[in-house]
């Protein structure tokens, strides 16, 4: 397996709509390997999702895993992934993204969607997400569209680089004991 170079903002590959997989093309093993280094290549970087335009793939493939710090997210493969979102409430929070580095903003995203795709072999699934899952799904499908965070913002007031988050954005830290 190998890591991948990851495209940046600017790339034209991240504004173009990707092209979906057949199942045919899915089976190959060079889209196997595919999967398996965009895998490797999203726990390199400590990502919780990365899509395929982010690695200069133009295809509807993307891969999700948490490890549970904001919600743990079982190891996912989405092949030619549908979305419906679900009516109800919307969740302001935190993104960022390994195509944006060094940079966090808030985006209002809904709490539950319906996703219908091909799992890695190219068996049909269909479930319900919510909270964080839900989160990394829009997240990762916009860039499946050729979207980015950043044009879901409502608001560019809260962007901020990483460093400044924690110092001027996140609440302060509990008083430590006293040394004894
Ligand atoms: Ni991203």
């Given at each position: 397996?190998?890591?991948?170079?990851?495209?940046?903002l600017g790339h034209p590959v991240l504004r173009e709509k990707a092209k979906l997989l057949s199942p045919a093309v899915l089976e190959k093993p060079e889209i196997q390997t595919l999967i398996d280094n965009?895998?490797?290549?999203?726990?390199?970087?400590?990502?919780?999702?990365?899509?395929a335009p982010q690695v200069h793939e133009s295809l509807m493939l993307a891969v999700i895993e948490s490890e549970g710090e904001r919600g743990r997210i079982p190891l996912t493969?989405?092949?030619?992934?549908?979305?419906?979102?679900?009516?109800?409430e919307m969740i302001e929070d935190w993104e960022g993204c390994l195509s944006i580095p060094d940079?966090?903003?808030?985006?209002?995203?809904?709490?539950?969607l319906q996703v219908e795709a091909l799992d890695r072999r190219g068996k049909p699934m269909k479930f319900v997400a919510e909270g964080f899952f839900a989160r990394v799904i829009q997240h990762e499908y916009d860039h499946l569209m050729g979207g980015v965070y950043l044009d879901r913002m409502g608001d560019l007031h809260t962007l901020t680089h990483l460093e400044e988050m924690k110092r001027y954005w996140m609440p302060e830290p509990e008083p430590s004991e006293p040394e004894r």
């Open positions: 397996m190998s890591i991948l170079k990851v495209s940046r965009m895998i490797e290549t999203m726990f390199e970087y400590h990502g919780v999702g990365l899509a493969v989405l092949v030619n992934p549908v979305v419906t979102l679900m009516e109800g940079l966090r903003g808030r985006v209002a995203r809904h709490a539950r």
